[in-house]
């Protein structure tokens, strides 16, 4: 296997399970040695911990000066970001339903916890001469959902965050693109307390039909692998992608009707 990232130490929050430990086992693959940030570890972290090259930093994002304290955590030389940290509540009841309480906590994961670990390890990058950043959006950003409106309206937000600090920094030799999923294998949604467990009791039906009627809503037919989308990930983070800035990448199994 060639090792492109050999050399390279990369940061990933949330990166516990689902898609951030897909990540953090993609960039390890790929030869960088990686920080995995999440508020606690699993079984297969440990499992990547052991192994060598992945160092978990308990990590709880929405706590105040978190992302500074992950910053000195991981040390001088980061060359990449991924900031996937995130969570989509569904809200069955739409948006009467959705208090203010619920509108900040949405907000603040998957919107100011990327600002607040960029701000924190960007200086580094600058000051190194350049860097990658990718940032886990989703399809929601450009299809809205009633269902998940406050996840919707803040990945909204994190690709027009991930857009202008392309323009800014590119100039200075740090690229920052994101990656949108759409339905993925993930607890996200097909855990206990997932999307499709919570619609499902909304709806009088068993998770499993809503997992088929999502699925059935792609081209592919399938969701999406958290390992499909590391590979993206890996392959904006590395030299391959030189010249890829501010772009976002949509990878959904044909969900998003649209070019």
Do not use: C
């Not at 994961?109 to 886990?136: C, D, Q």
């Not at 759409?182 to 855990?191: C, K, M, R």
């Amino acid at each position: 296997m060639v090792q492109e990232l050999r050399g390279r130490t990369a940061v990933v929050t949330g990166a516990s399970r689902g898609i951030g430990l897909a990540v953090a086992e993609a960039l390890t693959a790929a030869g960088a040695r990686v920080v995995a940030a999440a508020r606690s570890t699993s079984d297969e972290l440990d499992t990547l911990v052991k192994a060598g090259s992945t160092r978990w930093v308990r990590a709880d994002l929405t706590e105040p000066g978190s992302a500074d304290r992950l910053a000195a955590e991981a040390g001088p030389g980061v060359d990449i970001l991924v900031n996937n940290v995130g969570s989509a509540p569904a809200r069955p009841g739409g948006f009467l339903s959705v208090t203010d309480a619920q509108w900040r906590q949405t907000v603040e994961l998957n919107l100011f916890a990327a600002v607040a670990v960029t701000r924190a390890l960007l200086p580094g990058m600058l000051e190194a001469g350049g860097g990658s950043i990718v940032n886990i959006g989703s399809v929601k950003a450009e299809l809205p959902d009633p269902t998940v409106v406050d996840y919707s309206a803040a990945k909204a937000a994190l690709a027009n965050f991930s857009k202008a600090l392309s323009k800014e920094f590119g100039p200075r030799g740090v690229r920052v693109n994101s990656v949108s999923p759409g339905p993925v294998e993930t607890d996200l949604w097909i855990g206990g307390g997932g999307v499709a467990h919570t619609m499902s009791a909304a709806a009088g039906l068993r998770p499993e039909d809503v997992i088929a009627q999502a699925a059935g809503a792609t081209v592919s037919g399938r969701f999406s692998r958290p390992s499909e989308i590391a590979d993206l990930v890996v392959f904006l983070a590395g030299d391959r992608a030189a010249n890829m800035l501010g772009s976002d990448i949509r990878i959904d199994g044909g969900f998003v009707p649209t070019w």
